[in-house]
């Protein structure tokens, strides 16, 4: 068998208009993508993601066959004695050599890790490599680079203006619709003791034949990985197929688009998706275009099916946040994945795996169990779930950075690197040391009582920081204020939050002290003894 081109296709650029087919020719040219065991273990992968990402692979290769194309399409074996490909590297290295190409042609692999290990092959191989740029991004690399040149810290906001402008995205000439870029002010409401009601459950996407199929093959090759314990493939609904994430979209702005940005941020007892729109897979795989969501949900703003505030907030973001912390990513590693600027060192809890304490009884924090439990039932959780639950605990317990980036990266569906890492280390941990954030975003248990009503079914007191009913995550805000006070007491941006510490005094000071070191203690103890 001979090849012109090899075209190599990895599980997060399902995009059919990708730059790799460029003038491709099927009658000369083979699309290489492999199922590889390595791919789900090295970080141990919720079982959703990994279906998630096989069968999207599987419509894929089925649809370009469809479309004409030859594709060496390479399927895990169901059972691991049967596996004597367990790498992409060691796939790749036996397609070249089966196929003999005049030319290796990517579109460059979303991780720093695989970049660099599949170009190894590929050289090794002798082969000639082009890589060419992922035009599924807005904002390519070389842009960023020249945007981040020369500054101290990177923001956010500056970027997202910056791209508005540049792509008149809710733009009336030179001036932002409404008079404001960013309508946040109006972004974080809270639900009243009612709740938010009934709300129409987004659009689910039942497994057909071959989601089924694969979701028996995770079961077979990946029976212990986290979902196992709380039944998640039985409850398998993501869009698999670009036709699916199109029908996500409209069924978002129609449904509840108009409240997104209100309620963006509020969190409701069982209740995980509210007005969220559960896109972020469908773009991360590549099945929708993040123009397509743009420019919808700006029609949807013109034409009055959206608020502007529900509108700005949602476009910021895919425009901002999505483009930026790709750009970070880029720019950034791979040092940037080895920051620490905190020093922590302690280990993630196990129950952020397990769902559950050491002795098999739930997590006593009442948000932490719904955040953890509907996380490993759904491999979901929205955006305030992540950073001011997960999140902001492992930050006030101190957990090491690297280790909380490897438990996001292997329990969402939508995880992929280059989004995750920078939303890990940079915002949610602070481990780059204030490149990402201006600040680390710390909050006592009082935050989540005022987005949630998590704190109603739960037996600790936000408003307490020591005591037998102290909320842990109020001992923990409070130490780890004492413990940075030299670090953020005179920062422009934390003064105000530290110059509490001031009045706290020495004796108060170390029962917090005293009372944090327990609660890390304790769940010292309580990793070690699930090994």
Not at 487 to 512: M, N
Request: aromatic share 12%; glycine share 6%; proline share 6%.
């Amino acid at each position: 068998m001979t090849a012109r081109h090899l075209l190599v296709v990895l599980g997060d650029q399902l995009n059919p208009d990708s730059a790799l087919f460029d003038g491709a020719d099927p009658s000369c040219d083979v699309i290489w993508m492999a199922e590889v065991a390595n791919e789900a273990c090295h970080v141990w992968s919720h079982q959703s993601r990994i279906a998630l990402f096989l069968s999207a692979m599987r419509h894929f290769a089925a649809d370009r066959r469809v479309d004409g194309w030859r594709v060496d399409y390479r399927e895990l074996p169901a059972t691991a004695e049967d596996d004597n490909l367990p790498t992409l590297e060691a796939a790749l290295a036996q397609a070249i050599e089966r196929w003999t190409p005049q030319r290796v042609i990517w579109v460059c692999p979303g991780e720093y890790r695989l970049r660099d290990a599949l170009a190894a092959v590929v050289s090794e191989a002798g082969v000639p490599l082009e890589a060419r740029g992922d035009r599924h991004f807005l904002v390519d690399d070389a842009w960023f680079a020249d945007w981040a040149a020369g500054r101290k810290t990177l923001r956010m906001e500056h970027f997202y203006r910056a791209q508005r402008c540049r792509f008149a995205v809710l733009m009336d000439g030179d001036e932002p619709v409404g008079g404001k870029f960013n309508f946040d002010a109006a972004n974080r409401q809270s639900f009243d003791a009612r709740g938010p009601g009934l709300m129409p459950e987004p659009a689910r996407f039942p497994p057909d034949r071959v989601t089924r199929e694969v979701i028996d093959l995770v079961q077979a090759r990946f029976l212990d990985h986290p979902g196992q314990d709380h039944d998640a493939l039985s409850r398998f609904d993501w869009p698999v197929t670009p036709a699916q994430g199109e029908q996500a979209l409209v069924d978002f702005i129609e449904q509840r688009g108009h409240a997104f940005g209100a309620y963006q941020d509020a969190m409701w007892t069982d209740a995980p998706w509210l007005y969220h729109s559960r896109l972020s897979a469908a773009l991360n795989l590549k099945l929708i275009d993040p123009r397509r969501v743009i420019e919808a949900v700006e029609s949807a703003w013109r034409d009055g099916r959206m608020p502007l505030a529900a509108a700005e907030g949602f476009i910021r973001q895919v425009l901002g946040w999505r483009e930026f912390v790709r750009g970070l990513y880029w720019w950034g590693m791979p040092d940037y994945a080895r920051g620490n600027a905190l020093e922590a060192d302690e280990p993630l809890p196990t129950f952020y795996w397990r769902g559950r304490m050491a002795d098999g009884e739930p997590i006593p924090m009442s948000c932490l169990d719904q955040a953890i439990g509907q996380t490993l039932r759904l491999g979901y959780a929205h955006h305030i779930q992540r950073l001011m639950v997960t999140g902001l605990f492992a930050q006030l317990l101190g957990v090491r950075p690297q280790a909380v980036h490897e438990w996001y990266l292997a329990v969402y569906v939508d995880a992929v690197e280059w989004v995750e890492l920078p939303n890990v280390l940079g915002m949610s941990q602070y481990a780059d040391g204030g490149v990402m954030a201006s600040k680390p975003y710390v909050a006592s248990g009082r935050y989540i009582q005022r987005m949630s009503n998590y704190c109603a079914h739960c037996r600790f007191d936000p408003g307490e920081a020591v005591g037998e009913s102290a909320c842990p995550f109020t001992t923990l805000y409070w130490d780890f204020l004492l413990r940075h006070r030299e670090r953020f007491a005179r920062h422009p941006r934390t003064a105000l939050q530290w110059k509490h510490v001031e009045r706290i005094d020495a004796e108060r000071a170390a029962v917090i002290g005293e009372q944090a070191e327990s609660w890390r203690e304790a769940l010292r103890a309580s990793s070690r003894g699930e090994g």
